[in-house]
């Protein structure tokens, strides 16, 4: 009774604080930009979040983040649209829905399969957030009793299962991790004072900004990757002529599906490196397996649809569990969610539950009116949506640019940042023509410092024995767990080969 | 015989751990100083895993693989019009720097229609300073004209 009374209270706190008009504004614009940035391909929650950091910084924490939650939320619902419309999925997580969705609009079911992506989002966004709130507390309980022995585990379990699984090429997504924890070594050594890699240039003392960082490899490595991969920006014409609604039978089609890919996504979700990605595809197996029609699937079944845009969507809540209660992010998004909150200066963490309540709980309460405000502007207004499709793309393109350089620049006012920016932007470009993924090198910037400095406390009170990492239980536990990230596919790969 | 595309990448990222490596050989310990962990040993381990993947990426790479067509040209003048940019806004201050940018990096990215691109270049420059300036009061670049 008293955990649910504490609940409560928690809530109340948290609508509160989401519900003021301002905070409500914010919400908005957040969802309203996270659909519009879903829509548009090449545009993801990553770089958008990354690029308005700078913009953020005077801001109240929890207005920034309310933001943050609606573009993240937002782009889970807006990718669906041109994926079901034209077969141009705007976000990765979309892409398993263009299999159905576009089939279904060639049959003139179009409305149908917005619908139920629709819907299937509101229904999944809304109880991953109620997993959320009783999840993360739980893990938060749980967490207190963890020391920097435990956290160094966990850190190098999230930075291994992200690496492992971003990428084709295991070696490409090791690299990139360790690319990431490189470039977080730069500066002075806070403990010894020591210059690390500094190569005598004053503006790298401070080690590189990790929004400097974030914005470099997402936004204006995607610039340059889409200036040398496409000539002529293609303006499809979509075009929907079925109404926006579900008949009783895709109804009876859909409900199942929905909760199928909500459990799928919110699991997969919770696991450091899965993702929204991984959730969809997950659950479009799923769907298929347990369809008694697994013929139909390709051709416009609209389980196809409503399981995986029901797991995109939960997965985006799961992913804000470890972030929140655990301050260790496992994605592309998170990390840069992860990054906002140092640049606040705040360690997300069982500490932060108990000292900005108010934040973390208007957070999640702003999340259940995002998936509000979601489904009710994205079924009246998908026609809107889908005119931005019209907005060219080499403008906009340019306009990240822009966006990009003057968010740096306000940082601190110097060029010196803005020319960081450009060197990592043409890095972000050579790593993507080459397959190298980029979120394990973000996850390592932001958590590199971290993994050193719970690596040397714990090497500090075992007095230098690294077997502490061992003997300690639930750090072994979750080294074992790594080992297991690691081994386990490759052993799978072994027998397919053999 | 060619060199398979991730073999060559190998080559390059071996060269750059090698290099991280060495530069972290060359990090001073402090002596007298009590740590169990001085300031050389987390870059050592970050160094070796570079190389390690680096080599192991050569390693596994196969002959198959191919590179995505990239159009070199396209992404050099817009790389460089990015720079010159970054250049101006350090000469001429925001607003000149700015406008004239978005109208060359849009045509350079594909778009073929000026009187669409002049006046979408202005309002975004206008729009920008707008959110910058006067709702945010964050300062811009001035240049040295400014």
Redesign the interface.
Known sequence: MGALAQLGDNLALGFGAALAPLNLLLGLVGVTLGTAIGVLPGIGPALTISLLLP?TF?MDPAGAFILFGGIYYGAMYGGSTTSILVRMPGEASSVMTALDGYEMTRQGRGGAALATAAIGSFVAGTFATVMLMLTAPALVELALGFGPTEYFALMVLALTALGGMTSG?P??G??A???G??IG?IGI?L????A??TFGVPGLLGGLNVVVVTVGLFA?GE??W????????RETPARLDAPVRLTADDWRRSVPAWCRGTLVGFFTGVLPGAGATVASFLAYAVERRVSKTPAAFGHGAIEGVAGPEAANNASAGGSLVPLLALGIPGSGTTAVMLAAFQMYGLQPGPLLFSQESGLIWGLIASLYVSNVLLLVLNLPLIRLWVRLLHV????L???V???A??GV??LN?N?FD??VV?VL??LA?FMR??GVPLAPTVLGVVLGPLL?QH??RA??I???DPGVFLTRPVSAAILALTVAVVLVPMLVRARGAR | MVMP??RR?AAV?IVGSGA?LL?AFQ????EG?Y?????QL??LL??L??L???V??GV?ATAEAR??????G??AS??LA??A??AA??LVG?LPA?AG??VL???????R?WA??LT??VA??AS?YG??RVL??????SGLLG
Do not use: C
């Not at chain 1, 403990?191 to 020591?194: E, P, V, Y």
């Not at chain 1, 889409?226 to 920006?233: F, G, L």
């Not at chain 1, 060219?392 to 403008?395: A, D, E, F, I, W």
């Not at chain 2, 990096?105 to 778009?111: A, F, K, T």
């Open positions: 913009l005077g090429a070696a490409k090791a690299f991790t360790f690319l924890l490189a070594t050594d403990q010894t004072g020591q690390r890699f204006v610039v340059f889409h200036a040398a991969t496409h000539r002529v920006s060219p793309r080499s403008l393109f340019a306009a640019l822009v966006f350089t003057l620049y306000s006012n060029l803005v020319a450009y932007g043409v470009f023509r080459h050193e690596f040397r090497m500090a075992s007095g230098g | 595309p991730d990448l990222l991280y530069g990090i001073s310990v402090p100083q740590a169990a962990v001085g300031p987390f870059p970050i160094g895993g570079l390690t993947s680096a192991y990426m596994s590179l995505p067509a990239v159009q070199w396209v992404a817009s790389a990015f720079l940019y970054i806004l350090g925001y700015t940018f978005l990096e849009s045509r350079l990215l594909g778009s229609d669409r691109d979408v270049s975004i420059t920008v959110v910058f945010l009061g964050l300062s811009l670049p």
